[in-house]
């Protein structure tokens, strides 16, 4: 599933989560205080979006079936697969500490961003020693979208000792977003969903002109962040009447 | 626009910018209060001559003109321009948020820092993937400048957490003198405004003094950074009465 | 002794600090003091594993026996044991500033922290310049090892400056396992106890699925140290009277 | 001078810094309060010693007597003393800072750590940007340096924001002489004192010697560093008598 529709997976999860992440911090802000239960509950269903992950990248129908190596050829199989399966775990880890957080175990503060920030290292790492056959724009395009893993990696790290820091929240948020974008983009370059070959892999102006939209999309990605702050902000203030059913809806 | 002009623009830019920073810092701290009407204003000068900036990589002669894809010979158009225009748009919404901080929006404490954080690592991460057709005095003299830019970008950040730091802010107008007399170094050595080739690109010893004179910018950026503190010193100490001339000045 | 036997001993070694922190932490947070005395005593213990692993480098019959250089062949002998011997010697000395911060001579707080976080810089860099003789899939382990040990690193380095921090010992101690257990990967990869030779240097798949590889190997190490964690906790809060026996025992 | 003495003198440059903080600092702790007039008069001190290295490297009889560009065959001349000079002239402006905040002129605290992190990191940079001319032995001991120069570095960093912190200022202290150490192991190798060629460039034995040499001259320093330490709380404690004496000296 490295073709498009495994990367619009992988984007439509990360945009999901930023999205969700650009209107819950405001709000939490404007309210002060969540429901736990309530928010308790929210994170089973990342679980489930975690597991459908690492399901999706199994059992796909040209994917691994949970087969790792190949006997008859003496070889690894469908590695990418793999791969992304162990990044959906190290999510999905993540967002088990995120529940644990909310229960009466009484973890240490903090735990949960560090877990998301392993998470997004791992994630960070795997592309970084991938092996990319020579296909130097898919590894111009995989090293562009580290600026926005290790970005949010470390804004996770720091929340760790600064927790509630507003700045670093949204700035997480707009990275996440940035990702989701990006491997849409990524699956348009390489294999478009209209059939017919990728990009050209040789064209110094591609990889010139791609690194530019990278940032591009960076730019929207702060607009939409920015965008949502304001408009919980408005919902808000402006019809407090009905705020009790929005804190239950994030 | 990558001609003897389009580096003595920027360069002229940053100048602005880091000349007018190491006098507005030293003389926030003698007043311990600037007008913030005032400063708004201020900063919508600024996010005209990001404006300017932007029009001018796009509308020189030789400019793209808005175009970024060429039908004809199905290749992108003059990306160099493209690549400055994408770098003024992020100090542009750097400049946008900053107005913002002084409006009643109350925006998060530390926002327009971040931004222009973001706005220089996004420069940074421009020149680092930039592709400089095996002209390795180019890539040499961009290598260099990337040190005051991170070094600026880096600073921003740890403004974001230690606001109205003096060291910090001292630090990042010395780096912003800094890039601004490296781009005018980079057009002489590049395309020389009398004419003629650049330097020579084999000369290894090109490359060794490049380096060390760029620290001898740097050592002059810092005097000219101390200079201009002494001299708001003065001038507000030995002449209180038009104290508050200057203050709108600035 | 970069064989099998030579890895396992280092993967031992990490393996016994990791676990047994993973289990002092907790234990310190619930009963909030640990018997100086006896903690100097068990800091005691460390100082003869750290001596024993020079000793096996030294003088296993393949070892360098204190010989460094050959008049014989003019050249260096036995560098690779010469190297974990460096690397002992520093956690020795850390061990020994250890032992001392337990002593009535008000070392600076923060001190054996800082001599850990040297002792695995040190071993880090010392890996970063070992020259891998072209073995591509040697040279792969080593990397991906390095980001436990700079992990690592970096996790003591900032205890320096926030000390008994519940989430960097956690961090720290699962590094320590990681390193542990993926030195006993490297020996069944490199040189497997069972004869042979080892793994196919060539064959890409082989990198890609010990990066992958490396990553599981990492979250085992989260869930043991997890599991250590709440065992501790069951443990004391559970056995509250034999906690006393306990308290000797780490 | 990139001949043995030019590499003893900046040994020996490094050592007396390092040897005398490693002396100044716990003295500073143990009486509280240093003579700042006499302090001051020190960094004068230091400042000859600043010059006096520039002078060195310019006027030593194969230097370039201040001629920069040969006009006769076109090409820079002894850009390594040049090199060497830049170096001393920014250590000469960090020491200037350094008794200026001794003045009354009431600088921010912590600008002469920022100048002297400033120092270190351009003597780092040049290092890096340095071209070897494919001696690589050469290259990997400048490479080694550099870990002392940016380990410095980011500790005079920190001091700037964490002031008067122990352990910052014994690592600082260590790394100094452990720069100096080095300087004279560079000049033994490349170009011994007994004349001779130096080691070997192409054995790989001699780089993998040298690396873990390195960290044994650093494991001497921090050995030197706490020794000094020592000998200090010694004799302030045992000869409260004469400590008058003492406190003039340093």
Not at 85 to 105: E, K, Q
Not at 136 to 162: K, N, P, R, T, Y
Request: proline residues 3%; contains cysteine.
């Amino acid at each position: 599933m490295s073709s498009f529709k495994g990367n619009a997976l992988r984007g439509t999860f990360f945009l999901i989560f930023g999205l969700g992440w650009s209107v819950k911090y405001p709000l939490k802000y404007l309210s002060r205080k969540l429901n736990a239960d309530n928010q308790a509950r929210k994170n089973m269903i990342c679980i489930c979006l975690y597991c459908l992950g690492m399901l999706a990248e199994q059992f796909v129908p040209d994917g691994p079936h949970m087969g790792l190596y190949s006997g008859g050829t003496y070889s690894w199989e469908k590695l990418t697969n793999w791969q992304y399966t162990t990044m959906y775990l190290f999510y999905g880890l993540s967002g088990i500490v995120d529940v644990l957080s909310y229960s009466p175990l009484k973890l240490s503060l903090g735990l949960d961003r560090l877990l998301l920030s392993v998470a997004m290292f791992t994630e960070g790492f795997l592309f970084c020693f991938h092996d990319y056959n020579n296909t130097a724009l898919d590894q111009h395009l995989h090293s562009l979208l580290l600026i926005a893993i290790f970005g949010g990696a470390l804004c996770a790290l720091m929340e760790v000792f600064l927790r509630d820091h507003t700045i670093l929240e949204f700035f997480r948020t707009s990275f996440f977003i940035l990702q989701g974008s990006w491997f849409w983009q990524i699956g348009f370059v390489l294999s478009p969903p209209w059939g017919g070959p990728g990009w050209d892999q040789t064209d110094r102006g591609n990889f010139n002109f791609l690194t530019m939209c990278f940032f591009w999309h960076y730019a929207a990605a702060l607009l939409v962040t920015a965008a949502n702050s304001v408009f919980s902000y408005w919902y808000v203030v402006g019809q407090g009447n009905n705020f009790g059913a929005l804190k239950n809806a994030f």
